[in-house]
């Protein structure tokens, strides 16, 4: 059975940073799309940053470029999100998505296309 549990986040003054944490369980392949999506109460949940495992291509969103980077952890099949400067505007709820991929291509933010979820982990950036 796919799993995605999130690890991380928590509370941090504007400025500062956080990691988050994403393993992945279950999966008969190492090729796939590993994504962060947040969201806020009221608002439809939005693309941070994804990564093809495959490739290691990665994408960013223009609000979080040069401040977040996404990487990973083969041997562990983790992924992080290491988030810098963090502004209040970054206070979210972070989920992991992942999909599995034959090809090396970035990876999207089209909600629709990921099947695997985890729980989800709070992120709050007081000013």
């Known amino acids: 059975q796919v799993q995605l549990v999130e690890f991380g986040g928590g509370s941090v003054q504007a400025g500062g940073s956080l990691r988050v944490s994403c393993a992945a369980t279950?999966?008969?392949?190492?090729?796939?799309?590993m994504t962060w999506f947040r969201q806020v109460p009221g608002k439809e949940r939005e693309g941070v940053a994804s990564?093809?495992?495959?490739?290691?291509?990665?994408y960013y969103a223009d609000s979080v470029k040069a401040r977040f980077t996404i990487s990973q952890d083969n041997a562990n099949n983790t992924v992080y999100l290491q988030m810098n400067s963090l502004k209040p505007e970054d206070t979210a709820v972070y989920y992991c998505?992942?999909?599995?991929?034959?090809?090396?291509?970035?990876?999207?933010?089209?909600?629709?296309?990921?099947?695997?979820w985890g729980q989800g982990t709070q992120v709050t950036v007081s000013s």
């Open positions: 998505a992942a999909i599995v991929v034959r090809s090396d291509n970035r990876c999207g933010f089209r909600l629709s296309n990921y099947p695997h």
């Open positions: 990564i093809n495992t495959r490739s290691d291509i990665t």
């Open positions: 279950g999966f008969t392949s190492n090729s796939r799309c």
